[in-house]
């Protein structure tokens, strides 16, 4: 993933501290540093990327997978996960990081990105714990419609003030895996002066901004009717200059081919979220974003929009989505769109340019954080190779990742995560979100005849 795209074939890695020191064949490696064999860790068979990035997830909505499967978007806001979310301790915010991250840690995750939830000191001490590195963000709404009574409460100085004491209480801790930036929920809870003292604050204390955009067709509606544009979010953005590259824009589908050069231009990330996109927002146009030039990466969106946290499925279905999305666009099947390597990119060094963590993240070369993956592909997911690049976006399933390293330590080894008992968060998670689900008054229906 370096930008010459090099695969080693045969290769080798040496990691010193928390840093890689060499990569390259083996027989160059091993001539050149005969002293260290002693430590050498065999992978035969195996092959090696840098830590995947997950650059959209809702860490502290792991509690509630289930609760908001097959239902309209007004029932899954304003019935299920805003009353979830605004009942949350931040005790449960802290299990549901510990219960999200082992998921991500299996799908060969060291690095992601929050959307913005509840309770970013719950969600630090899991990453600490956890051993992954994240850009941790407060959710964060000062304005709208038939908000939880806590929320509703919060006034634009009371957000700011809010987030700039959890940059300096958790910014660069935890060995420096774990950044501070600035949330926005989303533009239709937002204020001007919100959006306005973000984009300032976030250049002041040099941070990134994590905003859901464009997500659907009615927000672009709401902004042209109350904010005086001709189009939609980006549109309106652009106009009060809150489109730099330090914005990383989650999901952004709803976006024209204006807007699209708007994003290009000003550097802004784009979080590409397959499943979420299928499930409830729509085909964003990532094919025409990515010629031009805006920077994707790949997210999961939080377990209530997807279920499932793995990283190495939204890959399958990045690729196969935006695919599949030709036949709309042009009304021809086109199975050359969004091919493997590029695929591989956008969850690796894009994912890296996304997070703002890319001189140390994002590939694997001398001087960058040891952060790796150890796949073995000796399974019937993924026999036999002809194609190892295509066969790592097509066939690997997260059952294929063995081992992670995250700054020069294994946080998972053989398919065990070293660093929490998993048993004892599982039992955790099913107590604290029956809780949470009981104060929170939701109640599932039955689907079927339950007897
Ligand atoms: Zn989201």
Redesign the pocket.
Known sequence: MDSQNHVFVDGAIVIQHNSIIAIGKSIDILTQFTSISHQLIDLRGQILLPGLINT?V?TSQQLARGIADDVDLLTWLHDRIWPYESNMTEEDSFISTLLCGIELIHSGVTCFAE?GGQHVSGMASAVEVLGLRACLAESIMDYGEGLPASWAARTTDECIKSQKDLFMKHHNTADGRIKVWLGIRQIMNSTDRLLTETRDTAKELETGIHM?IAEIPYENQLIVETRGVDNGTVTYLEKIKFLQNNLLA?HTVWVNEKEIDCLAKAGVKVSHCPAAAMRMLGFSPIKEMLSAGVCVSLGT??AP?NNRMSIVDEMYLASLINKGREVFSTGTTNPTALPAETILRMATINGAKSALWDKEIGSLEVGKKADIVVINPSSWSMMPIHDCISSLVYCMRTENIVSVMCNGCWIMKDKKILTVDEEEVLSMAKHASAELLKRAGIQIPNRMNFV
Do not use: E, I, K, P
Request: glycine share 12%.
């Open positions: 959209h809702h959307a859901h989650a969106d939080g929009s």
